[in-house]
């Protein structure tokens, strides 16, 4: 018998509706209290969100975590602790998954970018071949790695030039009234994402389902197909100078989502507006430089605006203008080329980029005709 948790059998018999697959739900499913004491909790949706991209990647999460898992044992009539799909995971960030690549049960640990470069370093250092081989290495191997999927992963170049663009004139609007974010952060950016979806809402808790159908699997759009919009949030630890203020502005504190602003460690004030510009160009650097293939173009200015001392980098005009030099140098055939994953392999891109590039094509040639 299989030990793949995706090969269990679910409760019901699916059915479908409007084209999408869905479970029947048993009709205490409102009112049970048992649901609220064993029901997914916020750290366990995250992964059950994450069930596609583990997947795909080789990994299955337990039953529980499945998109159309519902608990099982009221419509039994036994107390849920016998259900092993009531057994909640709470470690948080870290769970248990099947490997099928050699049929092993394995740990998956979700870490920030940002904080996790020192530690996977030495983790893979520990996990070398050389030294898995010393018997007296007791450190626990690390088998993988992986980036954590966006919900809309950027499909070509001017997906993520356009990204760029747009959380640069949202920190030129901001320093050109005086307000410097001081947090914009990925965790911190958020996007409108409405447009690449005709009659259907991604369901704000799991964006694969759909907000009408909750049981139903929402299909991904593609990313090109439309037009979305991107949002600062978090103003928390925003300065805005003062009216009137003559001189040069200078702030304290050292609250970050990112430790990797080197303004964290000054003993001393500093400039605020320096600082958006690290953190922007951080999460270029880790979102698009070190995530995709093919964004090389950007390479400089996200180098620039990373430079540890805060007056070596560009002010935001001069941002968005390189960032605006560098569209203007880049042909219709690089804006419209397909974005590879940094960890796919090089048959996995070519089998997908072969019938995008053939739908581009056709599209630019239909646009020359009409």
């Known amino acids: 018998m ?5 090969t269990f ?5 699916p059915f479908e509706s409007d084209g999408v697959l869905c479970y029947p739900l048993p009709s205490d499913l409102t009112w049970n209290p048992s649901y609220k004491m064993f029901g997914l909790r916020p750290s366990e949706s995250f992964w059950r969100e994450r069930v596609p991209f583990l997947r795909a990647a080789g990994y299955s999460l337990r039953r529980r975590y499945q998109p159309h898992w519902y608990p099982t044992w009221p419509s039994q009539g036994m107390e849920s602790i016998y259900f092993e799909d009531s057994w909640q995971n709470l470690t948080h960030m870290v769970i248990d998954a099947y490997r099928r690549e050699d049929a092993s049960l394995v740990a998956i640990k979700c870490r920030p970018s940002a904080s996790v470069e020192n530690e996977l370093a030495i983790h893979r250092f520990l996990s070398s071949n050389e030294l898995r081989q ?9 088998l993988d790695v ?3 999927p966006e919900a809309w992963p950027f499909e070509t170049v001017d997906n993520a030039l356009d990204f760029a663009r747009q959380t640069l004139e949202a920190i030129d609007f901001l320093h050109a009234h005086g307000v410097a974010h001081r947090d914009c952060s990925a965790s911190n950016i958020r996007v409108d994402a409405s447009e690449l979806y005709k009659d259907r809402w991604p369901h704000p808790v799991l964006p694969s389902m759909d907000y009408s159908h909750p049981w139903g699997e929402l299909p991904a759009p ?6 979305v919009r991107y949002f600062l949030i978090d103003f928390g630890e925003s300065t805005r100078v003062p009216d009137g203020y003559v001189g040069q502005f200078l702030v304290t504190g050292d609250r970050t989502i990112d430790p990797e602003l080197p303004e964290v460690y000054f003993d001393h004030p500093y400039d605020p ?7 922007l160009g951080n999460v270029y650097k880790h979102s698009l430089l070190e995530s995709y293939l093919g964004l090389d173009m950007i390479r400089s200015l996200v180098e620039a605006m990373t430079r540890l001392n805060p007056s070596d980098r560009p002010d935001i005009r001069s941002a968005l203008a390189e960032l605006g030099a560098i569209y203007e140098q880049s042909s219709w055939i690089t804006l419209h080329s397909r974005l590879w994953r940094a960890e796919a392999s090089i048959i996995e891109s070519v089998a997908r980029d072969v019938p995008y590039v053939a739908s581009q094509t056709l599209g630019f040639a239909r646009s020359m005709l009409a």
Do not use: G
Request: glycine letters at 0%; proline letters at 20%.
């Open 9 to 13: 059998p679910m409760p019901m018999d």
């Open 273 to 279: 507006f320096p600082v958006d510009i690290f953190l």
């Open 146 to 148: 992986f980036h954590d």
């Open 134 to 142: 010393d018997p007296n290495n007791h450190c626990a191997p690390l």
């Open 2 to 6: 299989s030990k793949d948790p995706e």
């Open 222 to 227: 593609s990313r090109a197909s439309a037009p």
